[in-house]
């Protein structure tokens, strides 16, 4: 019996480029044997036979040795690794491999092998490929990687929105018909929704320019009572700009589409107090001439 060859991350996949065509990400599936995994290993070669090429256009190519046969492997397979990446499944792109029996063996479609001796790898090529992406966003943005998600092709940063905000706390109300029915028009009409101190979607700058506050800070009025602060809200997002120039944050707070002006203090979880004033959640091209031009 031949010897178990353990593969690790760092000879399973690599990052093969990251300048021009945008993140490119090659990993060798599956191993033709585990003689040639060992050699792969022992002579620290490296012949990838897929590939993942993040693109700057916001799509995403996905290049498989496999042939199509009529047995839908051109989208199976590139699905397991555009779920793992939770990319957007219309802007990926698929690629057939050039015919290469040397770099990626046997290239045919028979016996329902394509899936089951490579589902694993492309799975964690693409939870891989994601984490990357992830931790890039983190240090660009200067946050935690846990505060990260990736949604539709996207890496975000923060939680501005959940089950209990509405478009109109969003200042979005615009989008909604008030002729035609759509999901989600009846919860409107709660009580709850009607309330007319809601927390809504607001922005915030530090008063030094310089501070970032932190996501989870609370939010509070300046006067305290019986010296303590009181909490109107909470932020929930926050990095610095680099267009800008300084830290932004968005925040829901109490009254927050008619608090634009309002000086607030943040306060962190470790009781550090931070002073902001409250703006439009819009920070650059206010108008929309850069946006409609």
Known sequence: MADRSVINRRDFIKVVSTT???????????????????????????????????????????????????????TSLPMLIAEEMELDWTKVQIEQAPV???????????????????????????AIGKDMLMNAAAHNWSVPKKECYA?????????????????????????????????GKRSLSRSDCQRKDRKQLVGLLTLDTKTI????AQLASLETVNGSYVSYGHVTSSYFSPILGHPIALGLFQNGHSSHGREVVAITSDDKKIAAKITSPVFYDHKGECQNA
Request: net charge positive; glycine share 14%; charged share 20%.
């Open 20 to 74: 021009g065509a945008g993140l490119v990400i090659g990993f060798h599936l599956p191993f033709k044997n585990r003689v040639q995994a060992a050699t792969l290993v022992s002579s620290n070669t490296f012949k990838p036979n897929a590939w993942v090429t993040v693109h700057p256009d916001e799509f995403v190519t996905i290049t498989v040795s496999k042939s199509e046969m009529g047995q839908g492997v051109w």
């Open 100 to 126: 290469d029996k040397e770099k990626f063996g046997k290239q045919g479609t028979g016996g329902s092998n394509s899936i089951r001796g490579s589902w694993d790898k492309m799975r964690k090529a693409g």
């Open 151 to 183: 949604e539709k092709g996207f890496i975000i940063v923060g939680q501005d929105t959940d089950g209990s905000v509405t478009p109109l706390d969003l200042g979005m109300g615009w989008l909604l018909s008030n002729k035609k029915d759509f999901l």
């Open 213 to 216: 506050i932190p996501e989870g």
